[in-house]
């Protein structure tokens, strides 16, 4: 081989070395966000294996619990065997439905108001009555400060519940018996307490089963992509590897061969 011919050769092997260098890089690099998103879809997965749903549980006549996701309707509507709550925003207002709202503005008084529930209510709705217009039996005047409408969407919404009692942005109170006698008339048996959401007995915590059955195939379907772009980069990399070795061989072979020409060339003209 001569020197110029020789010295090509080597520009050529040059030039495939930095050309199997720079794509080495590369395929390291996106191994690299292969491992950012392994990372990423891992922390997905544990933030759903700790979401949870906030549930209401109520009892039957024979005793038996069920759990329903919590909603402001489950909380607040008249049930038998259940405790009687209200949601207060952050006026200290008792965020009704609109169903409660419109039969409070269309009655006078208490007994206008009952008129317009099933009988065996008769006392849960006495005390919703006392929570909006105080401790009259007329319609107070000043009563509309004491409540605020909670629309049908909201009320029916488990997400929203949630969210608004995890954030603070609404409190508890809950109907509470106090000691009586013969005196004592039924609105003022009846205080209204707050309570913590996380205190509240028939409100609990489980694992959203629905969100985590969806991470858990989101996350193995994700991972065997990122497997499976992974053998391929180490593929590339072993066989670029290979090759960068075989180049560098040969680069120093037809080096060595340059050398030794230059130096007869040398020699002869010594």
Same mark, same amino acid.
Request: charged letters at 25%; hydrophobic letters at 35%; aromatic letters at 10%.
């Given at each position: ?28 690099? *996106?191994?690299?966000?292969?491992? +950012? ?13 700790? $979401? ?26 008249? #049930? ?30 208490? %007994? ?18 006392? $929570?909006?217009?105080?401790?009259? +039996? ?13 629309? +049908? ?13 995890? #954030?603070?942005?609404?409190?508890? %109170? ?27 007995? +028939?409100?609990?915590? %489980? ?8 991470? %858990? ?28 070795? *075989? ?24």
């Amino acid at each position: 081989m001569g020197m110029a011919a020789g010295q090509a050769r080597l520009l050529s092997i040059t030039q495939r070395l930095n050309d199997n260098e720079l794509k080495a890089q590369s395929i390291t690099r *996106a191994k690299t966000r292969l491992s +950012d998103s392994m990372s990423a879809i891992g922390e997905e997965y544990i933030e759903a294996l700790n $979401r949870t749903q906030l549930k209401y549980s109520t009892y039957d006549a024979e005793g038996n619990v069920s759990y329903q996701k919590l909603t402001g309707a489950l909380l607040t509507e008249y #049930s038998p065997l259940k405790n009687q709550y209200v949601i207060v925003n952050a006026f200290g207002q008792a965020m009704v439905s609109e169903k409660d709202a419109s039969n409070f503005e269309n009655s006078s008084s208490l %007994e206008e108001f009952l008129e317009k529930y099933d009988a065996d209510a008769k006392d849960w709705y006495t005390n919703l009555w006392y $929570r909006m217009n105080g401790n009259d +039996d007329s319609k107070s005047s000043a009563s509309q400060q004491s409540w605020a409408i909670l629309s +049908d969407a909201d009320m029916n919404s488990s997400k929203w519940i949630q969210y608004a009692l995890q #954030s603070g942005v609404v409190t508890l %109170e809950q109907a509470q018996y106090t000691e009586q006698d013969e005196t004592e008339n039924s609105k003022e048996n009846i205080e209204w307490k707050s309570v913590t959401y996380t205190s509240a007995l +028939d409100i609990v915590e %489980e694992s959203d089963d629905t969100d985590l059955a969806k991470a %858990e195939a989101e996350y193995n379907l994700a991972l065997q992509e990122i497997q499976s772009k992974d053998k391929v980069y180490d593929s590339q990399l072993k066989q670029l590897d290979t090759e960068h070795s *075989a180049l560098e061989t040969e680069y120093d072979s037809v080096k060595t061969t340059v050398e030794k020409n230059m130096e007869r060339s040398f020699k002869a003209f010594s």
